[in-house]
Protein backbone atom coordinates (compact mmCIF):
# COMPACT_ATOMS: atom_id res chain seq x y z
CA UNK A 1 0.00 0.00 0.00
CA UNK A 2 1.58 3.51 -0.64
CA UNK A 3 0.30 6.71 0.23
CA UNK A 4 0.86 10.12 -1.24
CA UNK A 5 1.91 12.96 0.77
CA UNK A 6 -1.51 14.91 1.09
CA UNK A 7 -3.49 11.53 2.64
CA UNK A 8 -4.54 10.58 -0.67
CA UNK A 9 -6.11 6.99 -1.18
CA UNK A 10 -4.29 4.03 -1.04
CA UNK A 11 -3.76 1.50 -3.52
CA UNK A 12 -3.23 -2.30 -2.38
CA UNK A 13 0.66 -2.82 -2.48
CA UNK A 14 1.43 -5.28 0.02
CA UNK A 15 4.89 -4.13 2.18
CA UNK A 16 7.51 -6.02 3.99
CA UNK A 17 5.07 -6.28 7.34
CA UNK A 18 2.52 -7.64 5.57
CA UNK A 19 4.32 -10.64 4.13
CA UNK A 20 5.68 -10.81 7.60
CA UNK A 21 2.18 -11.24 8.91
CA UNK A 22 1.58 -13.99 6.70
CA UNK A 23 4.19 -15.87 7.00
CA UNK A 24 4.01 -15.41 11.73
CA UNK A 25 0.29 -16.63 10.58
CA UNK A 26 1.53 -19.61 8.60
CA UNK A 27 4.11 -20.23 11.10
CA UNK A 28 1.65 -20.29 14.04
CA UNK A 29 -0.28 -22.60 12.63
CA UNK A 30 1.09 -24.91 10.96
CA UNK A 31 4.64 -24.88 13.30
CA UNK A 32 7.92 -25.47 11.64
CA UNK A 33 8.38 -27.51 9.21
CA UNK A 34 4.56 -26.77 8.32
CA UNK A 35 2.41 -29.93 9.41
CA UNK A 36 -1.33 -29.95 8.65
CA UNK A 37 -1.41 -33.42 10.94
CA UNK A 38 -5.32 -34.16 10.08
CA UNK A 39 -4.72 -33.69 6.17
CA UNK A 40 -1.60 -35.41 6.06
CA UNK A 41 -3.23 -38.99 7.54
CA UNK A 42 -6.88 -38.43 5.60
CA UNK A 43 -5.11 -37.45 2.06
CA UNK A 44 -2.56 -40.26 1.28
CA UNK A 45 -3.70 -42.05 -1.81
CA UNK A 46 -4.36 -38.80 -3.78
CA UNK A 47 -4.07 -35.41 -4.42
CA UNK A 48 -7.86 -35.20 -5.20
CA UNK A 49 -9.19 -31.61 -6.48
CA UNK A 50 -11.54 -29.69 -4.26
CA UNK A 51 -13.26 -26.60 -4.53
CA UNK A 52 -14.48 -24.67 -1.58
CA UNK A 53 -16.97 -21.77 -1.15
CA UNK A 54 -16.12 -19.03 1.51
CA UNK A 55 -19.30 -17.68 2.51
CA UNK A 56 -21.33 -15.25 4.89
CA UNK A 57 -23.03 -16.80 7.92
CA UNK A 58 -23.14 -13.39 9.53
CA UNK A 59 -26.81 -12.72 10.57
CA UNK A 60 -26.62 -8.95 8.69
CA UNK A 61 -24.95 -7.81 5.62
CA UNK A 62 -21.08 -7.14 5.55
CA UNK A 63 -18.83 -5.32 3.42
CA UNK A 64 -16.34 -7.61 1.90
CA UNK A 65 -12.51 -7.29 2.63
CA UNK A 66 -9.50 -9.17 1.78
CA UNK A 67 -9.05 -10.21 -1.46
CA UNK A 68 -5.39 -9.37 -1.64
CA UNK A 69 -4.79 -11.30 1.12
CA UNK A 70 -6.60 -14.36 0.22
CA UNK A 71 -4.70 -13.78 -3.04
CA UNK A 72 -1.20 -13.41 -1.18
CA UNK A 73 -1.58 -16.69 0.65
CA UNK A 74 -2.47 -19.15 -2.11
CA UNK A 75 -0.22 -17.59 -4.21
CA UNK A 76 2.51 -18.51 -1.21
CA UNK A 77 1.85 -21.35 0.27
CA UNK A 78 -0.89 -23.37 -1.87
CA UNK A 79 0.39 -22.19 -5.44
CA UNK A 80 -1.49 -24.95 -7.22
CA UNK A 81 -4.92 -23.33 -5.41
CA UNK A 82 -6.74 -20.17 -6.91
CA UNK A 83 -9.45 -17.94 -6.94
CA UNK A 84 -12.16 -19.08 -8.98
CA UNK A 85 -14.53 -16.49 -9.05
CA UNK A 86 -14.63 -13.34 -6.03
CA UNK A 87 -17.16 -10.50 -4.83
CA UNK A 88 -14.88 -7.30 -5.06
CA UNK A 89 -13.48 -5.94 -2.11
CA UNK A 90 -15.83 -3.09 -0.91
CA UNK A 91 -19.15 -5.00 -1.77
CA UNK A 92 -22.43 -5.41 -0.46
CA UNK A 93 -22.25 -9.41 0.96
CA UNK A 94 -25.76 -10.14 2.27
CA UNK A 95 -25.94 -13.09 4.76
CA UNK A 96 -25.69 -16.79 3.08
CA UNK A 97 -23.75 -15.32 0.15
CA UNK A 98 -20.30 -16.31 -1.17
CA UNK A 99 -17.93 -14.33 -1.13
CA UNK A 100 -14.95 -16.21 -3.13
CA UNK A 101 -15.25 -19.62 -4.73
CA UNK A 102 -11.76 -21.31 -4.28
CA UNK A 103 -9.86 -24.19 -6.29
CA UNK A 104 -7.28 -26.44 -6.54
CA UNK A 105 -5.65 -29.61 -4.72
CA UNK A 106 -7.67 -30.33 -1.11
CA UNK A 107 -4.60 -30.58 1.02
CA UNK A 108 -3.82 -26.59 0.18
CA UNK A 109 -6.83 -25.44 0.71
CA UNK A 110 -7.85 -27.19 4.29
CA UNK A 111 -4.03 -26.33 4.99
CA UNK A 112 -5.23 -22.87 4.93
CA UNK A 113 -8.45 -22.73 5.56
CA UNK A 114 -8.35 -21.15 9.43
CA UNK A 115 -5.67 -18.67 8.47
CA UNK A 116 -8.09 -17.34 5.31
CA UNK A 117 -10.89 -16.92 7.51
CA UNK A 118 -9.39 -15.27 10.36
CA UNK A 119 -7.74 -12.70 8.53
CA UNK A 120 -11.00 -12.37 6.17
CA UNK A 121 -13.21 -12.25 9.51
CA UNK A 122 -11.40 -9.19 11.14
CA UNK A 123 -10.73 -6.80 7.88
CA UNK A 124 -14.52 -7.59 6.57
CA UNK A 125 -15.58 -6.67 10.39
CA UNK A 126 -13.68 -3.38 10.43
CA UNK A 127 -14.64 -2.31 6.64
CA UNK A 128 -18.10 -2.85 7.93
CA UNK A 129 -18.01 -1.22 10.99
CA UNK A 130 -16.84 1.74 8.94
CA UNK A 131 -19.67 1.38 6.73
CA UNK A 132 -21.96 1.85 9.39
CA UNK A 133 -19.91 5.29 10.40
CA UNK A 134 -19.88 6.47 6.87
CA UNK A 135 -23.82 6.31 6.13
CA UNK A 136 -24.60 8.04 9.86
CA UNK A 137 -22.88 11.42 7.79
CA UNK A 138 -23.74 10.25 4.35
CA UNK A 139 -25.92 13.83 4.38
CA UNK A 140 -22.88 15.78 5.61
CA UNK A 141 -19.93 17.26 3.83
CA UNK A 142 -17.59 15.14 6.57
CA UNK A 143 -15.12 12.68 5.97
CA UNK A 144 -14.60 9.17 8.36
CA UNK A 145 -10.42 9.02 9.36
CA UNK A 146 -9.08 5.75 10.85
CA UNK A 147 -6.45 6.31 13.64
CA UNK A 148 -3.24 4.58 14.68
CA UNK A 149 -5.09 2.68 17.13
CA UNK A 150 -4.29 -0.58 15.09
CA UNK A 151 -3.42 -3.98 15.79
CA UNK A 152 0.23 -4.43 16.02
CA UNK A 153 1.10 -5.68 12.48
CA UNK A 154 -2.10 -5.24 11.21
CA UNK A 155 -2.04 -1.37 10.64
CA UNK A 156 -1.62 -1.79 6.85
CA UNK A 157 -4.64 -3.90 6.52
CA UNK A 158 -6.93 -2.73 8.67
CA UNK A 159 -6.33 1.22 6.98
CA UNK A 160 -7.17 -0.85 4.01
CA UNK A 161 -10.25 -2.44 4.90
CA UNK A 162 -11.19 1.46 6.55
CA UNK A 163 -11.27 1.84 2.91
CA UNK A 164 -13.07 -0.53 1.40
CA UNK A 165 -15.99 0.44 4.00
CA UNK A 166 -16.09 4.53 2.75
CA UNK A 167 -13.43 5.94 4.81
CA UNK A 168 -10.44 7.41 4.05
CA UNK A 169 -6.94 7.02 5.97
CA UNK A 170 -4.83 9.13 8.54
CA UNK A 171 -1.39 9.19 8.59
CA UNK A 172 -0.28 5.72 8.75
CA UNK A 173 2.17 6.18 11.13
CA UNK A 174 4.68 8.53 13.20
CA UNK A 175 6.61 8.63 10.06
CA UNK A 176 4.77 10.58 7.18
CA UNK A 177 3.02 13.47 9.25
CA UNK A 178 3.65 15.88 12.02
CA UNK A 179 1.02 15.81 14.54
CA UNK A 180 1.35 18.51 17.25
CA UNK A 181 -0.97 16.61 20.18
CA UNK A 182 -1.33 18.72 23.83
CA UNK A 183 1.59 16.43 25.50
CA UNK A 184 3.97 18.09 22.80
CA UNK A 185 3.10 21.55 23.60
CA UNK A 186 2.19 21.18 27.14
CA UNK A 187 5.17 20.09 26.95
CA UNK A 188 7.20 22.96 25.40
CA UNK A 189 5.18 25.47 27.27
CA UNK A 190 2.17 26.06 25.52
CA UNK A 191 1.13 26.38 21.70
CA UNK A 192 3.30 29.40 20.44
CA UNK A 193 6.17 27.97 21.47
CA UNK A 194 5.18 24.17 19.88
CA UNK A 195 4.60 26.28 16.54
CA UNK A 196 7.60 28.39 16.69
CA UNK A 197 9.53 24.98 16.57
CA UNK A 198 8.42 23.92 13.32
CA UNK A 199 10.18 25.09 10.22
CA UNK A 200 8.50 27.75 8.05
CA UNK A 201 9.03 24.69 5.04
CA UNK A 202 7.48 22.26 6.72
CA UNK A 203 4.85 21.50 4.23
CA UNK A 204 6.82 20.98 1.60
CA UNK A 205 7.74 17.45 3.50
CA UNK A 206 4.57 16.46 5.03
CA UNK A 207 1.47 16.91 5.95
CA UNK A 208 1.06 19.12 9.57
CA UNK A 209 -1.84 18.38 12.23
CA UNK A 210 -2.18 20.44 14.86
CA UNK A 211 -4.76 19.41 18.22
CA UNK A 212 -6.17 22.29 19.95
CA UNK A 213 -8.58 22.24 22.67
CA UNK A 214 -9.78 25.99 23.31
CA UNK A 215 -10.23 28.62 20.52
CA UNK A 216 -7.52 30.38 22.35
CA UNK A 217 -4.92 27.81 20.93
CA UNK A 218 -7.22 28.08 17.47
CA UNK A 219 -6.24 31.65 17.50
CA UNK A 220 -2.54 31.32 17.86
CA UNK A 221 -2.35 29.22 14.89
CA UNK A 222 -5.09 30.98 12.59
CA UNK A 223 -2.79 34.06 13.36
CA UNK A 224 0.75 33.53 13.34
CA UNK A 225 0.71 29.80 12.13
CA UNK A 226 -1.36 29.12 9.50
CA UNK A 227 1.20 28.42 6.73
CA UNK A 228 3.03 25.99 8.57
CA UNK A 229 -0.52 23.94 9.17
CA UNK A 230 -2.40 21.36 7.00
CA UNK A 231 -5.68 20.83 8.77
CA UNK A 232 -6.75 21.50 12.71
CA UNK A 233 -7.50 18.82 15.16
CA UNK A 234 -10.53 19.53 17.87
CA UNK A 235 -9.97 17.24 20.34
CA UNK A 236 -12.97 16.47 22.68
CA UNK A 237 -15.11 19.73 22.61
CA UNK A 238 -18.76 19.88 22.87
CA UNK A 239 -20.52 19.89 19.65
CA UNK A 240 -20.95 24.15 20.11
CA UNK A 241 -17.31 24.62 20.37
CA UNK A 242 -16.58 22.65 17.45
CA UNK A 243 -18.63 24.62 15.28
CA UNK A 244 -17.75 27.83 16.46
CA UNK A 245 -14.22 26.75 15.50
CA UNK A 246 -14.88 25.07 12.20
CA UNK A 247 -16.52 28.91 11.46
CA UNK A 248 -13.40 30.53 12.21
CA UNK A 249 -11.44 27.85 10.07
CA UNK A 250 -14.20 27.96 7.28
CA UNK A 251 -11.62 28.78 4.06
CA UNK A 252 -8.62 28.76 5.59
CA UNK A 253 -7.88 25.71 7.30
CA UNK A 254 -9.64 22.10 7.28
CA UNK A 255 -11.13 20.97 10.58
CA UNK A 256 -10.88 16.93 12.22
CA UNK A 257 -13.15 16.30 15.04
CA UNK A 258 -11.37 13.52 17.42
CA UNK A 259 -12.41 11.78 20.57
CA UNK A 260 -15.28 9.85 22.56
CA UNK A 261 -16.87 9.87 19.15
CA UNK A 262 -19.34 6.45 18.53
CA UNK A 263 -22.28 5.88 16.38
CA UNK A 264 -24.88 7.15 18.43
CA UNK A 265 -23.11 10.94 18.50
CA UNK A 266 -21.22 11.10 14.90
CA UNK A 267 -24.28 12.71 13.69
CA UNK A 268 -24.28 15.43 15.91
CA UNK A 269 -20.23 16.15 15.18
CA UNK A 270 -20.46 15.87 11.35
CA UNK A 271 -23.05 18.54 11.88
CA UNK A 272 -20.74 21.37 13.35
CA UNK A 273 -19.03 21.59 10.08
CA UNK A 274 -16.12 20.14 10.40
CA UNK A 275 -14.45 18.35 7.10
CA UNK A 276 -13.32 15.31 9.01
CA UNK A 277 -13.98 12.83 11.65
CA UNK A 278 -11.07 10.56 13.18
CA UNK A 279 -12.75 7.27 14.66
CA UNK A 280 -10.54 4.80 16.37
CA UNK A 281 -13.30 2.29 17.37
CA UNK A 282 -13.56 1.80 13.78
CA UNK A 283 -10.46 -0.50 14.07
CA UNK A 284 -9.90 -1.26 17.67
CA UNK A 285 -13.47 -2.46 18.48
CA UNK A 286 -14.99 -4.01 15.22
CA UNK A 287 -14.98 -7.34 16.34
CA UNK A 288 -15.48 -10.18 13.66
CA UNK A 289 -18.20 -11.35 11.27
CA UNK A 290 -18.89 -14.86 11.05
CA UNK A 291 -17.71 -17.17 7.47
CA UNK A 292 -17.00 -20.23 6.74
CA UNK A 293 -15.16 -22.35 4.02
CA UNK A 294 -18.03 -25.11 2.61
CA UNK A 295 -17.01 -27.72 -0.08
CA UNK A 296 -18.34 -27.67 -2.92
CA UNK A 297 -19.53 -25.98 -5.89
Known sequence: MSQDKEFGHLSFKPTAVDTELLNLAFLEDLGSPALDITTSLLLTDSAPIMKARILSKHPDPII??????????????APACHIESAQPDGTLILPQTTLYTLAGPA????????????????????????????????????????????TPGFRHLEKYAVQCGGGANHRMGLYDAVMVKDTHS???????????????????????IVEIQTPEELSIILEHAAHKVSRVLLDNMSPELMTLCAERCKDRLPT??????????????????VDFISVGKITHSAGSVDLSMKSGE
Do not use: W
Not at 256 to 273: C, F, H, M, W
Open 64 to 77: SCGLPVVEALLQRF
Open 186 to 208: DFLGGMTAALAKLPDDILQRCPV
Open 256 to 273: EASGNIDLENISDVAKTG
Open 107 to 150: AGLLMLERIILNFLQHLCAISTLTFHYVAKIRHTQAQILDTRKT
